[in-house]
């Protein structure tokens, strides 16, 4: 059963180790479907490119193993608090990659200071505070998703599709897994675009509103011009 989100999350896992945002099982992938109210993601543990449709472990909404004998991702709770407060997402992703790792443990939010970036978020990709004291005890990887969603008050998931998570690193969502998996990319080259920039210039300013409009809108907006029309 499940077959679609078996195939979307195991593409978006091995997708992560193609693209080389991950090593080993230092990351993980999933995959929901909404009308059935499950989700499929990596097993713990379990290589992302050894990602398979038949190794996914789906879960319901409260965590619990629907099918599957293998452990689910350590950090299935964080996933689950995004797709419950995010409905219009798919599918989340979650990398140790280095250059937005390196954001995530200096505590900084990602500015926008180029139209790449400005192509997928509409805005500085938010790094949340780290996890202290209480919040890193038992229930820690239902606290990450928390700590995401108050820092993405007054945000939109979809304008902004990804989150610096302080400390640790980062996680991307999309329309489905394959697309955080993309998302999770594309964070991963601003973020060293951005510590480039800075290392030559560390003054230089965040891109200007228009800019930063004229190249989000023309991929995401309304009037998209990017790309090719689709007939029907």
């Known amino acids: 059963m499940y077959e679609r989100i078996r195939r979307e999350a195991a593409g978006a896992n091995r997708l992560l180790a193609e693209y080389g945002l991950v090593i080993l099982a230092w990351g993980n992938g999933s995959a929901i479907d909404r009308e059935a109210a499950v989700v499929a993601i990596k097993p713990s543990g379990l290589p992302c490119g050894e990602a398979a449709p038949e190794n996914m472990v789906i879960v319901d909404l409260a965590g619990r193993v629907v099918e599957g004998e293998l452990r689910p991702s350590s950090d299935t709770a964080t996933h689950l608090v995004l797709y419950q407060a995010f409905p219009e997402i798919g599918g989340v992703v979650h990398t140790h990659s280095s250059a937005a790792t390196a954001w995530a443990q200096a505590g900084r939010a990602l500015p ?121």
Do not use: M
């Not at 989150?163 to 999309?174: C, E, K, N």
């Not at 060293?192 to 200007?208: G, V």
């Open 112 to 232: 926008v200071l180029g139209t790449t970036h400005a192509d997928t978020f509409y805005g500085p990709v938010p790094c949340t505070p780290p996890l202290t004291g209480e919040d890193a005890g038992e229930d820690y990887e239902k606290r990450t998703g928390e700590i995401i969603l108050r820092t993405f008050s007054g945000l939109s998931p979809s304008a902004v599709p990804a989150a610096l998570v302080g400390g640790h690193g980062p996680f991307a969502w999309g329309k489905d897994a394959l697309a955080a998996a993309e998302n999770a990319l594309i964070l991963e080259e601003v973020a060293k675009t951005a510590a480039l920039t800075l290392s030559i210039a560390p003054l230089t300013p965040p891109l200007n509103s228009s800019l930063l409009d004229r190249h989000y809108f023309r991929k995401h907006g309304a009037r998209a011009t990017y790309g090719q029309k689709r007939e029907g």
